[in-house]
């Protein structure tokens, strides 16, 4: 007995001890503003989750060293839905519910985004997604925006149109096409087959394969029998590398020119391609190539003050989807000094922001667009040398 | 060259086949020789093919060693990892029964998977084509050096093994557990050694076939289980046990492959292979060269 009561008052003490600490801090502080965010900083999608809760821990810390918001440190509540939508919307569920969060972003993936946006109608909360499908955005039956979200990617058709453009540029007009038959594949060829006719372009072949096959040498004979211009691959994974090698193999590299999608911008996809991947263009987001960016673009400042702090943090560096996190929070931040944690005031905040210069691309939001960017917020891009060159 | 004659490109699809195909097969063989002896599917076989690339990956780029001691030195640690695995996992299991087993195998592959994922991280690897990178061209058609290793490699591989199993003692030893385990014990064979056996040379030739294919089709953490799966599929159309049934299998599955993505269409390929899977099952269930 005389146990029991020992320890029933110690943790008493306890609970006094800390009640006074966090009453302490509580005085000498304003009450924190507090986010939520979910990513899949594990599973399936971990690619794109880690960089981005690291990317969010980073700037926490440094917005708090600062002074915070208007004085409010600033806190964001993650979670890791583990590239599973159903822990996704039991995480946003908890956000809203139990953390009170004042708004949302994240998560990774299209495919979890969709199945999470109703809560942010339901509940009337802002949310800014960090994955690129449109329908994200835009109610594919009404064609309208959806009023309470948001997303910082840009969309796959912007990828294709600024490769399209590129290509009337250069002249080309009859092209092959091989995706690969995941989400993101089967996406980005609706668009390819989409605004091809726009840009003046003669698809000749359409090739496919699936995320874990491991040789295109027989889709690419078949591309080279069909007498294209150049060969767009839309792709992510290793098999982009592949599909790079396998260009150079089989002389293709010879009769026509290879576009990646934006997912090939990872200078060690060019390692992996061990040469051949030498005269690829792809589009790329200007995060990734910040150092090659004139000093005249007023995007190159931040993104590489956020390059530079990344690297001394993490030893490792950026990728493309730490910016989109990047994108999303400051947003969130930018709309919290402006108007206050006022849910709907945020989302309003948010419609009309103009000229916002993030790591994407400069924002131009409208009731009508929510994302905000347009082909311009890629740049095209050669490798050459082993590197990231800009392409003219 | 312009452009590509349907002759070439037929000769083209053909290449392709062959070589997909006999890495299906190496690693239908590895299922067999489990297989014969303990009627146990290893759902742990295209995990082996993972660990022989990425362990030679380990060797050559994080240890520096020349590519050919890498490779050596890959397989003897496969088989050494096959040999654990049996002791840790199946063997302690005295009477349990083939589901449990099976089971035990799929989770080794998702550990072999952890493991290798958290040392090596999630990012693709390569490896040094063994014999340069230069594209032989023969009738219209490129082929990668790395491809003809492959397709040999292969057949070496399947001719040591029935070697081994119809010349040498062991082997015959081996043999014998299969056909009947209890008569082989009385006949003075260590059956419990001859299933750890069965266990390390299965690993060995999965490690044999990741490090060929690895400079060409590169390699991560995840690729076991596809491997798994089309190696399934190819040893029971070639019928579960039979080692020629399995390069057999492994062929017929990579050859349909190729020819139906050239062909017809490259986004149904995958149901081409698993059309010839429920056909040859439909027509004779234990698979071509399967015992009644």
Redesign the interface.
């Known amino acids: 007995m005389s146990k029991i009561f020992k320890n029933g008052l110690l943790v008493f003490a306890a609970i006094i001890l800390s009640s006074l600490i966090f009453a302490t801090n509580g005085y000498s502080k304003k009450k924190p503003y507090v986010l939520g965010a979910d990513f899949s900083i594990t599973g399936r999608a971990s690619f794109l989750g880690d960089p981005e809760a690291k990317t969010v821990t980073l700037l926490v810390d440094q917005i708090n060293k600062k002074g915070g918001i208007n004085g409010h440190p600033l806190k964001v509540i993650m979670y890791d839905d583990e590239s599973n939508t159903t822990k996704a919307r039991l995480n946003f569920e908890r956000l809203i519910k139990k953390d009170h969060v004042i708004a949302l972003f994240g998560p990774s993936l299209s495919g979890i985004s969709l199945a999470v946006i109703d809560l942010a109608k339901r509940y009337r909360i802002p949310l800014i997604s960090c994955a690129a499908s449109y329908k994200i955005v835009v109610n594919p039956r009404t064609g309208k925006a959806r009023k309470w979200v948001f997303k910082t990617p840009q969309s796959d058709s912007m990828a294709v149109e600024k490769i399209y453009e590129f290509m009337k540029k250069k002249g080309i007009h009859k092209i092959a096409i091989i995706t690969i038959t995941t989400g993101f594949g089967a996406s980005g060829r609706s668009q390819l087959l989409k605004y091809a006719p726009k840009y003046d372009i003669k698809i000749v072949a359409d090739e496919k394969y699936g995320p874990k096959d491991t040789d295109m040498s027989v889709q690419l004979t078949k591309i080279k029998g069909s007498g294209a211009q150049a060969l767009v691959n839309w792709s992510i994974g290793p098999s982009q590398v592949i599909v790079t090698r396998q260009w150079k193999q089989l002389g293709l590299s010879k009769q026509m020119l290879l576009f990646q999608s934006h997912g090939f911008g990872s200078k060690r996809n060019i390692k992996l391609a061990e040469g051949a991947a030498e005269g690829v263009y792809l589009p790329l987001g200007k995060v990734n190539i910040g150092r090659i960016l004139p000093a005249s673009d007023p995007q190159k400042k931040p993104i590489m003050a956020y390059i530079r702090s990344y690297e001394k943090r993490y030893h490792q560096p950026i990728s493309s989807f730490g910016g989109h996190a990047y994108d999303a929070l400051t947003l969130l931040v930018d709309a919290l000094k402006a108007v206050g944690p006022n849910r709907a005031k945020i989302r309003n905040y948010l419609e009309h922001k103009k000229g916002y210069i993030g790591m994407h691309g400069i924002f131009n939001f409208s009731p009508t667009d929510h994302n905000g960017l347009t082909k311009d917020a890629f740049e095209m891009v050669v490798v050459k040398n082993g590197d990231w060159a800009i392409a003219h | ?4 004659s ?1 002759a070439s ?1 037929l000769f ?2 053909l290449i ?1 086949g062959i ?2 195909g006999s890495v299906y097969g190496l690693v239908a063989l590895g299922f067999n020789i489990i297989y014969n002896s303990t009627e146990i599917i290893n759902l742990a076989q295209g995990d082996f093919v993972m660990l022989g690339g990425m362990s030679s990956v380990f060797f050559v780029s994080v240890l520096h060693l020349p590519l050919a001691i890498s490779i050596i030195l890959a397989i003897i640690f496969a088989f050494i990892v096959g040999a654990l695995f049996e002791r840790v996992a199946i063997w302690p299991l005295k009477n349990a029964n083939q589901v449990t087993l099976i089971l035990i195998t799929l989770a080794g592959s998702l550990i072999l998977e952890g493991i290798v994922m958290l040392i090596m991280g ?5 490896l040094p084509y063994f014999t340069g ?1 230069k ?1 032989i ?1 023969l009738f219209g ?2 082929i ?1 050096p790395q491809y003809i290793w492959v397709i040999a490699i292969s057949a070496i591989t399947v001719a040591s093994m029935s070697y081994f199993f119809n010349k040498t003692i062991t082997g015959k030893a081996m043999k014998a557990c299969s056909d009947n385990p209890f008569a082989a014990s009385l006949m003075g064979i260590p059956v419990k050694k001859m299933i750890l056996l069965s266990f390390a040379i299965s690993a060995l030739i999965g490690a044999v076939a990741g490090a060929a ?1 690895t400079p ?3 390699m ?1 953490y995840d ?1 076991g289980p ?1 491997l798994t799966i089309k190696g399934f599929a190819a040893a029971i159309i070639g019928g579960l046990g039979s080692f020629g049934g399995a390069i057999i299998g492994g062929l017929i599955l990579g050859i349909t492959e ?1 020819l139906f ?2 062909l017809i ?3 149904y ?2 149901a081409a292979s698993l059309a010839i899977l429920l056909l040859i099952l439909f027509i004779k269930p234990q698979g071509i060269f399967g015992k009644e």
């Open positions: 060259m312009d452009s590509i349907f490109q083209q699809y392709t070589t997909v999630k990012d693709p690897y390569t990178s594209t061209f058609a490129a990668s294919i060409s089709l590169l991560e690729r596809m190729a993505a050239g269409s490259s986004g390929k995958d």
